[in-house]
């Protein structure tokens, strides 16, 4: 740092200056002199002219933002005081009066006048916090007053004269000093002892002076700034070290200094003895002088001597200590007692051991909670409580888990047999394998099962997981479980061993998980272990569906779907879960519509097989039928199978009917209708449009002939039921028919016999055995 002259104020008349103080809070100066003058000053640091092109490093040009002339003394001003907190000045001058000046909108005004006038004031001190003021008087008076001019306390002290006066750090105290008795130079660093008000150090220079009221002691070499000062001890702090390298600060770095009365103590506790030591004290009595003669007694044993100076540096523990002494007898105990006291510990544990008290030892490095001490001294042989090493086995392992070394604590929490620390050490080592071994361990219904299977679900460990939550017996929370990791399997399994009565919820929300995944065929099999066979059907006539959109269709696959869908829709009739019962028409309309499309795609096929036998009539027949199936079957596809078989059997009435369904479908495109126009033409410029041949059989109902197609007669309305066999109807003989008691559907007896199940559902006929008729 570099001082230099910034700025020359001159006073006019040359007028001879007494005083001056500084507000460091605002920059003010005040300055006092002869007749009366008082100014306050305030220099700018010309900071704001920023513009002007003043060359780099040179302090700016300061100037004066304040040069106030306070009219009031008519004498010489001799002391001059600030009150930085409350933003007033006190003078004060020769003939006594004292002013109290207060600014007010940028100008300072008199806010009171003192006029005791019997003395000079020499000093005058504001207190720390800016509320009190004490002034002392040159004939000895002393007078301490408030912030707002009242007078709080005043001494006189006789036949002396004074010549300053300061507040000490706590503002309980007043320090007034004679003339000439602390005058200082060079002091760059003070501080009072915080806990004596005559103790006070100060830096001059590279040494250290201890005032004990005026007295220095003899000086101590130091550059360190003091930053605390008490119980004789001074601290200060190596800043210019510090400033050297100021990322790299050490302990080093902070010195301690103790007050000569202190480091006397300790040379004639060595040297000397305790009895010439307590005369010193006696003449220098301090706490922490008494405390270290208690100190000293206690290693001698000398319980009264220690006793009478703890009590006397007030030291409560010193005198339990003593107290507790009195009561024991052996001094090796003692001793280590005292050793303890004195935070030798290792020497504490020695003797305590050596004295053949490993209790002691034990209870001493328990208090200390120093528990790894205490398993040693445990296994060496001393009988304590379980209950003590389990503590310190935990209080061990504690720590561990304090630094987190897992894999230690764990250790500890092994011999303490502590599962709750053994689930965190393991969990944060992620040790799956170790926390699942812990199930077996840990009780039923025990709350750590839950932390338990929280962290294997957490990791994704089903397994152990359920088997924690089962033994918690919430098997509940287990099944959901496996269903958030679409472990159906064993959700189901659980559900049904704990009969759970959310089962037939979680199968609903299982089915249509499957769904969802288009997984039907599972979903089929799901429903229907779980009698859900309505809900299977339905899903086995979507699944008959999906086979009938693939461009590789496969119409026994479509038939066998629709067959097991509509033998599941009839066993939900009499076997369907409770939840199930079905009641709506649509759901009716569903089972019939099942074996409806069973029967499309059965007869679908055996027009294909009859084309192939090269039975053609009887594809005919078949595909007259099948036209009732336009609602399952695409009628595009209905009425080419129809126009084809029948043209190809010479029946050109049924072929050219067919045309006309295909010529005048809604949904065809323009190619496909001239497609079919010109087939159409072709095959009837050469033929009539005419059936060639007509088979006629006689209704079994009326007897009146029927064309062999038909499925139902024209005069009287019966029905031809279709045999499953052959596709043709049973006109004249539907006395003469097998029926599936499965299917309820129909065939020639002639042709059941050939055959072991039912053509459509595929039934055995042996179990069917009873149903001719
Ligand atoms: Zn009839
Ligand atoms: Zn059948």
Not at 236 to 261: M, Q, R, Y
Request: negative net charge.
């Amino acid at each position: 740092m570099f001082i230099y002259l910034s700025k020359k104020i001159a006073i006019p008349n040359n007028a001879r200056i007494n005083c001056l103080a500084w507000n460091k809070e605002d920059g003010y100066l005040a300055v006092g002199g002869e007749e009366g003058l008082l100014k306050v000053l305030k220099l700018d640091s010309g900071g704001k002219s920023e513009s002007d092109d003043k060359p780099k490093g040179l302090a700016a040009s300061s100037n004066l933002s304040m040069n106030q002339t306070l009219d009031g003394h008519s004498e010489d001003v001799r002391v001059i005081m600030w009150n930085e907190l409350h933003r007033k000045l006190t003078s004060s001058d020769e003939s006594g009066i004292i002013i109290v000046w207060l600014m007010y909108k940028g100008t300072w005004y008199e806010e009171m006048i003192n006029n005791r006038k019997k003395s000079t004031v020499v000093g005058m001190d504001w207190s720390s916090d800016g509320l009190k003021i004490c002034i002392v008087y040159e004939d000895g008076a002393v007078i301490v007053g408030s912030v707002d001019g009242n007078r709080i306390w005043g001494k006189e002290l006789k036949g002396i004269h004074l010549s300053g006066v300061q507040w000490s750090p706590d503002d309980d105290n007043i320090n007034t000093y004679q003339n000439g008795k602390l005058e200082r130079k060079d002091v760059w660093a003070m501080c009072w002892a915080s806990d004596n008000p005559q103790l006070l150090s100060v830096m001059e220079k590279t040494r250290m002076y201890i005032f004990k009221g005026v007295h220095p002691e003899e000086p101590i070499a130091c550059a360190g700034y003091i930053c605390s000062f008490n119980d004789l001890e001074i601290q200060a702090v190596l800043l210019d070290e510090i400033i050297e390298a100021p990322e790299k600060p050490n302990g080093n770095h902070i010195i301690k200094l103790e007050v000569k009365s202190l480091r006397d103590t300790r040379q004639l506790l060595e040297k000397v003895g305790i009895t010439e030591t307590i005369q010193f004290i006696e003449d220098n009595p301090h706490p922490r002088l008494w405390k270290l003669l208690g100190e000293a007694a206690l290693k001698d044993l000398n319980l009264t001597t220690a006793e009478s100076a703890f009590v006397r540096s007030r030291n409560y523990s010193g005198i339990q200590l003593v107290k507790k002494l009195q009561t024991i007898n052996g001094n090796a105990i003692k001793k280590a007692y005292v050793e303890a006291y004195l935070e030798n510990f290792e020497e504490a544990e020695r003797l305590f051991i050596e004295a053949d008290r490993r209790d002691l030892a034990l209870s001493l490095r328990q208090t200390l909670g120093d528990w790894f001490r205490v398993i040693q001294i445990m296994k060496n042989g001393v009988t304590a409580p379980d209950l003590l090493l389990e503590t310190a086995y935990n209080s061990a392992a504690d720590y561990f888990v304090h630094n987190n070394n897992w894999a230690a604590a764990a250790e500890y929490y092994e011999l303490s047999k502590n599962i709750s620390g053994l689930i965190e050490c393991h969990f944060h080592l992620e040790n799956l394998d170790a926390l699942e071994k812990l199930i077996d361990k840990l009780p039923e219904k025990d709350a750590l099962l839950k932390r338990l299977s929280d962290i294997f679900a957490s990791n994704a460990v089903i397994g152990p997981a359920v088997k924690c939550l089962l033994k918690i017996g919430d098997a509940k929370s287990a099944v959901d479980l496996c269903i958030s990791h679409n472990n159906w399997d064993q959700a189901i399994h659980l559900a049904t061993q704990y009969r759970l009565p959310e089962i037939a919820n979680i199968f609903k929300t299982y089915s249509a998980h499957l769904v969802d995944q288009n997984q039907l065929l599972k979903a089929v099999e799901v429903n229907k272990q779980t009698n859900f066979y309505f809900t299977a059907a339905v899903h086995a006539t979507k699944l008959a569906q999906n086979e009938i959109n693939k461009s590789n269709r496969n119409l026994l696959d479509i038939k066998k779907l629709f067959v097991y869908s509509a033998l599941l829709m009839e066993l939900s009739k009499t076997k369907s879960a409770e939840e199930e019962v079905l009641n709506s028409d649509s759901d009716m309309l569903l089972v019939d519509s099942a074996w409806r499309g069973a029967e499309a795609y059965h007869l679908l096929i055996l027009i294909h097989e009859h084309l192939y036998a090269n039975k053609i009539h009887n594809a005919t027949i078949t595909a007259f039928k099948l036209q009732e199936y336009c609602d399952i079957i695409p009628p595009q596809e209905v009425y080419s199978i129809l126009a084809l078989v029948s043209c190809l059997d010479n029946e050109f009435g049924l072929c050219s009917n067919a045309f006309t369904k295909l010529q005048t479908l809604p949904n065809i495109t323009k190619a496909e209708k001239e497609a079919y126009d010109k087939l159409a033409v072709d095959i009837f410029t050469a033929q009539d449009p005419v059936d060639l041949k007509t088979y006629t059989l006689k209704c079994y109902n009326c007897e009146v002939p029927v064309i062999d197609w038909c499925t139902s007669c024209s005069n009287c309305n019966a029905n031809f039921p279709s045999c499953m066999v052959s596709g043709c109807p049973l006109i004249n003989n539907v006395e003469d028919k097998w029926s599936c008691n499965v299917c309820h559907h129909v065939a020639k007896s002639v042709y059941a016999n050939f055959r072991k199940s039912c053509p459509l559902c595929h039934t055995s006929i042996e179990r069917n055995s009873s149903n001719y008729k």
